[in-house]
Nanobody
Framework: RVQLAESGGGSVQAGESVKLSCAAS????????LGWIRQAPGKEREGVAA???????FYAGSVKGRFTISIDNARNTLNLQLNSLKPEDSAMYYC??????????????????WGQGTQVTVSS
């Protein structure tokens, strides 16, 4: 059974940085697609970034160059480094997992396993 638990959110000023982590277990460690998805109040879920078991990474255009997704395989932890934060980055951030199956994306509809989320609030 896949278990995902996010941590690291908080309230920051615009331009600052935050690192999110997701303790992950129960997924196929040799064939996976792990992603970060966010949702702001009143808005649709938005895919942010994903990483697969080949080491390939994928970013939404709105965060490319500012956010970095990585995985610490020794600790089974998925990370998301958020730099140069903007107020529009404020949202609940979720980590999600699925079997790779030959294709990985940050599209929220692809994922079947989700964490509980961690809040990031960016003030101007």
């Amino acid at each position: 059974r896949v278990q995902l638990a996010e941590s690291g959110g908080g309230s920051v000023q615009a331009g600052e940085s935050v690192k999110l982590s997701c303790a992950a277990s129960g997924y196929d460690y040799s064939d996976y697609c792990l992603g970060w998805i966010r949702q702001a109040p009143g808005k649709e879920r938005e895919g942010v970034a994903a990483i697969d078991s080949n080491g390939d990474t994928f970013y939404a255009g709105s965060v490319k160059g500012r956010f970095t997704i990585s995985i610490d395989n020794a600790r089974n932890t998925l990370n998301l480094q958020l730099n140069s934060l903007k107020p529009e980055d404020s949202a609940m951030y979720y980590c999600a997992a699925r079997k790779l199956g030959g294709y990985c994306s940050y599209d929220p509809v692809m994922y079947g396993d989700w964490g509980q989320g961690t809040q990031v609030t960016v003030s101007s």
